[in-house]
Nanobody, 116 residues
Framework: QVQLEESGGGLAQPGGSLRLSCAAS????????MGWYRQAQGEQRELVAA???????DYSDSVKGRFTISRESTKNSLDLQMNNLKPEDTAVYYC??????????WGQGTQVTVSS
């Protein structure tokens, strides 16, 4: 298990940018997969982006070309750069770490609101 803490959420205008960070309580170099999920009000939690231990990335179709996930093992952090934000990106964003057995660790979430 690893403790995760998100930061960087807030209010942005459509077309604007935000950068989310997830601080881990220990070295993330050996964590199998790390990712960002989001949950809009009344909706199910969905995968936004993920990065494997080997550096392979995966993005949901709705954020491809706008969001970039990065895994900084030297800083024990996982970042999500979000550009060209849209109102439909409004959600609580959660950091996730998954080990090779499929066990999950979650952060407490950070609110992102995109509105003019």
């Amino acid at each position: 298990q690893v403790q995760l803490e998100e930061s960087g959420g807030g209010l942005a205008q459509p077309g604007g940018s935000l950068r989310l960070s997830c601080a881990a309580s220990r070295n993330i170099f050996t964590i199998y997969i790390m990712g960002w999920y989001r949950q809009a009000q009344g909706e199910q939690r969905e995968l936004v982006a993920a990065v494997s231990m080997g550096g392979d990335t995966d993005y949901s179709d709705s954020v491809k070309g706008r969001f970039t996930i990065s895994r900084e093992s030297t800083k024990n952090s996982l970042d999500l750069q979000m550009n060209n934000l849209k109102p439909e990106d409004t959600a609580v964003y959660y950091c996730n770490a998954k080990n090779s057995l499929g066990d999950n660790s979650w952060g407490q979430g950070t609110q992102v609101t995109v509105s003019s």
